[in-house]
């Protein structure tokens, strides 16, 4: 079964510093894949996805992930972090089943951002 | 567009009693999901609809009904909560392109 790893459920980082996210996939084939961004006591928002072509891709708000096959991760950057950037951050794939858009997420990365 | 609603936001129950998730889009959207949130758990989906007409069992189904009897509506009961049906519930839907998602705001709800 196919499943997702968010390696740190809290990230802490200084405005202005990079931020990395990251995310882990099982997979017996190429899954689709996803960023979600969740602000306080608000739904999830698409930040950025994967399907096919470009490995690197880029999303809202500066953020950009890079798709890398031999080591089944995804994980989210962002070069300057940004107050208003404090949110959780959930990784998710859609195994290609040829069925309906099943959507599996990661436990979820909550991010602070301090002065 | 409003996108997704959800009604209510906020809910407290007693054990045993019931009660119903609205969950509307107007974006013209097949596809129609119900997901729970629970701290350090993620996303864990429900039921879900391919169609009006149709649903189906997620992950974790047991304790809760959907219907979709129009295509714009998708309802969550719960006939009799407990409380660990305590959570947060999100609606989501997704059209022609089927694996972006849209999410609505959330309900809250708590189960004493």
């Known amino acids: 079964a196919q499943s997702v790893t968010q390696l740190g459920s809290h990230v802490s980082v200084s405005e202005g510093a990079l931020v990395l996210l990251r995310c882990n996939y099982s997979?017996?084939?190429?899954?689709?894949l996803f960023w979600y961004v969740q602000y306080p006591n608000q739904g999830l928002q698409l930040l950025l996805k994967?399907?096919?072509?470009?490995?690197l891709v880029k999303g809202i708000n500066g953020f950009e992930a890079e798709f890398k096959k031999s080591e089944t991760s995804f994980h989210l950057t962002k070069p300057s972090a940004h107050m208003s950037d404090a949110a959780e951050y959930f990784c998710?794939?859609?195994?290609?089943?040829?069925?309906?858009?099943?959507?599996?997420f990661g436990a979820g990365t909550r991010l602070a951002v301090h002065p | 567009n409003a996108g997704v609603t959800q009604t209510p936001k906020f809910r407290v129950l007693k054990t045993g009693q019931s009660m119903t998730l609205l969950c509307a889009q107007d974006?013209?959207?097949?596809?129609m999901y119900w997901y729970r949130q629970d701290p350090g758990m993620g996303l864990r989906l429900i039921h879900y609809?391919?169609?009006?007409?149709?649903?189906a069992k997620g992950e974790v189904p047991d304790g809760y009904n959907v219907s979709r009897l129009k295509k714009q509506n998708f309802l969550l009961g719960l006939e009799s909560a407990a409380p660990s049906q305590t959570s947060v519930y999100f609606c989501?839907?997704?059209?022609?392109?089927?694996?972006?998602?849209?999410f609505g705001p959330g309900t809250r709800l708590t189960v004493t």
């Open positions: 974006m013209n959207h097949e596809y």
């Open positions: 609809s391919v169609g009006e007409g149709t649903t």
């Open positions: 989501a839907s997704s059209g022609d392109t089927p694996y972006e998602q849209y």
């Open positions: 998710a794939v859609s195994p290609f089943s040829g069925g309906y858009n099943k959507l599996i």
């Open positions: 997979s017996s084939v190429p899954p689709y």
């Open positions: 994967y399907t096919t072509g470009a490995t």
